[in-house]
């Protein structure tokens, strides 16, 4: 292999190695002859440098890529001994229009949903087919933590897998959102406390349906992509079922979604907890199902927000219908 010369020396390398020869005279064709060795030398070193001054450019410092208008908030350590981060995202007219209160999503899985729902935000407000809103992702404080640990135990309502006990607490999870996060949200932002939309996907879908039949007014609107209905050996149909003969009744929107390439499983009890809500006699909730054709769990997610959020916001849009422009 061959041995680099550092660019700081490889000029003076090179050049004393000729001049030490010049000093004897030799013949023109001799001296040609080593310069030539020289600069050949220098041709084959060359093409490492920039090697080089892009392994070291690695270690200057960048700024970091910053999501606008959007604060991190660490809420006091829960009852449940847990600490919580809210991620949360202000509309472009929050810091002119002063008088302004805003619908609020809620959406579970911070640390990769919300920036999801700000991206997806600004096109749907530019459509004119959502007002502007707040986004609030529901995360956790602290470094170095296992998401899928931390969402297994608060996003199921009932335990599954191994240990047990390491899943289950969607009941605790949802009164902390009730009586902390969402008092601590209408208290320190303009919200609006009567629009309010929670959504999530996968476990955070199924915690979306369990939120929609256990605290029917405190959201306005639901959006569950692909929920893991299969959960529990499909408890949700249950307590489903036990809600409906309570007789009680839900007044909100619904958008439900599956990947039209989920495992087969996985998809059919999604289709079969549509069929139930379909078969419910519930006039005052407005609901609408899709299946994201040729997407599998995670890929599916993306249209699904794009879509729930457009339902969700259908009454609040500033305009439906065909666009007149561009």
């Not at 080089?52 to 890529?65: E, F, G, I, K």
């Not at 949200?185 to 406390?193: H, I």
């Not at 489903?240 to 003969?245: H, L, N, R, T």
Request: charged share 20%.
């Amino acid at each position: 292999m061959m041995n680099l010369i550092p660019p700081s020396r490889l000029h003076s390398h090179t050049a004393s190695a000729c001049d030490s020869q010049c000093h004897t005279r030799p013949s023109i064709a001799i001296r040609i002859s080593r310069l030539l060795i020289c600069g050949l030398i220098a041709i084959l070193v060359q093409p490492a440098l920039p090697s080089l001054s892009a392994q070291d450019s690695t270690d200057a410092p960048y700024p970091p890529h910053i999501v606008g208008n959007s604060h991190l908030r660490v809420l006091p350590k829960a009852p449940n001994g847990r600490q919580y981060q809210l991620h949360i995202g202000l509309p472009d007219s929050y810091g002119t229009d002063k008088d302004r209160r805003y619908p609020v999503v809620y959406v579970t899985d911070a640390y990769w949903d919300f920036e999801k729902m700000m991206s997806i935000r600004g096109s749907l407000v530019y459509d004119k087919v959502a007002p502007e809103f707040i986004v609030v992702g529901l995360g956790y404080a602290g470094n170095n933590l296992n998401y899928g640990d931390l969402r297994r135990l608060e996003l199921s309502p009932v335990p599954f897998g191994e240990p047990a006990e390491s899943s289950g607490k969607a009941a605790e999870f949802l009164q902390m959102i009730k009586n902390e996060v969402i008092p601590f949200v209408e208290g320190n932002y303009r919200a609006d406390p009567a629009f309010r939309v929670m959504s999530g996907a996968s476990l955070g879908g199924l915690f979306t349906l369990f939120t929609m039949y256990t605290e029917p007014d405190l959201f306005q609107g639901y959006i569950a992509a692909t929920p893991a209905v299969s959960v529990g050996n499909e408890w949700l149909l249950e307590y489903e079922d036990a809600f409906s003969k309570s007789g009680k009744q839900l007044r909100a929107r619904l958008y439900m979604t599956v990947g039209g390439n989920e495992s087969p499983d996985f998809m059919s009890s999604i289709l079969r907890m549509n069929a139930r809500i379909a078969s419910r006699q519930q006039p005052h909730l407005a609901r609408d199902f899709r299946v994201i054709d040729g997407e599998r769990h995670a890929g599916m997610q993306f249209e699904s927000y794009v879509r729930g959020l457009r339902f969700i916001f259908e009454p609040l849009a500033p305009e439906t219908g065909p666009s007149t422009f561009p």
